[in-house]
């Protein structure tokens, strides 16, 4: 009889199939609301300044100096965010170096995610102002043949 056992052992209870997504469908549109909420409320600013300009808004510090009137606003935005997406994990206790890489990837996103909205607004601003500056050669073309 043991041996029938080890060969076909008790199938485990049968439960829930765990919902893969769950924490997807949480990070995943706080990391987009972040991004949308900076845009929002700090277009001129992001597009007006260096790419480079939202990073010390993301992390709260700059290496020499002191953060601007704006970037404090943004961070003040963008840190409740990254401590809601990080608690949307649902991880273990982490130690302080795993705690502190996991939120440098969360941060890295935020930044990767506005940077890609600042250039794709840029980029569409240009494409606009080469429509208007071909737009006079529409006015000097004439008709070819009769119909």
Same mark, same amino acid.
Request: glycine share 2%; hydrophobic share 45%.
């Given at each position: 009889?043991?041996?029938?056992?080890?060969?076909?052992?008790?199938?485990?209870?049968?439960?829930?199939?765990?919902?893969?997504?769950?924490?997807?469908?949480?990070?995943?549109? =706080?990391? @987009?609301?972040?991004?949308?909420?900076?845009?929002?409320? &700090?277009?001129?600013?992001?597009?007006?300044?260096?790419?480079?300009?939202?990073?010390?808004?993301?992390?709260?510090?700059?290496?020499?100096? %002191?953060?601007? &009137?704006?970037?404090? %606003?943004? &961070?003040?935005?963008? @840190?409740?965010?990254?401590?809601?997406?990080?608690?949307?994990?649902? =991880?273990?206790?982490?130690?302080?170096?795993?705690?502190?890489?996991?939120?440098?990837?969360?941060?890295?996103?935020?930044?990767?995610?506005?940077?890609?909205?600042? %250039?794709?607004?840029?980029?569409?601003?240009?494409?606009?102002?080469?429509?208007? @500056?071909?737009?006079?050669?529409?006015?000097?073309?004439?008709?070819?043949?009769?119909?």
């Amino acid at each position: 009889m043991k041996i029938l056992q080890k060969i076909f052992p008790k199938k485990p209870a049968e439960t829930e199939p765990e919902d893969i997504m769950k924490i997807v469908r949480v990070v995943s549109p =706080l990391i @987009d609301k972040t991004a949308i909420e900076i845009m929002a409320a &700090h277009r001129m600013e992001l597009l007006t300044q260096p790419i480079t300009f939202i990073v010390p808004a993301v992390w709260g510090v700059i290496k020499d100096g %002191e953060l601007t &009137h704006v970037q404090k %606003e943004m &961070h003040k935005t963008i @840190d409740p965010n990254i401590k809601k997406i990080y608690a949307a994990l649902e =991880l273990p206790e982490l130690n302080p170096a795993q705690k502190f890489a996991l939120l440098d990837l969360i941060r890295g996103l935020v930044i990767s995610k506005v940077t890609y909205m600042i %250039e794709a607004m840029k980029n569409s601003a240009r494409s606009r102002q080469k429509t208007m @500056d071909r737009l006079p050669e529409l006015y000097v073309l004439e008709p070819a043949g009769r119909a």
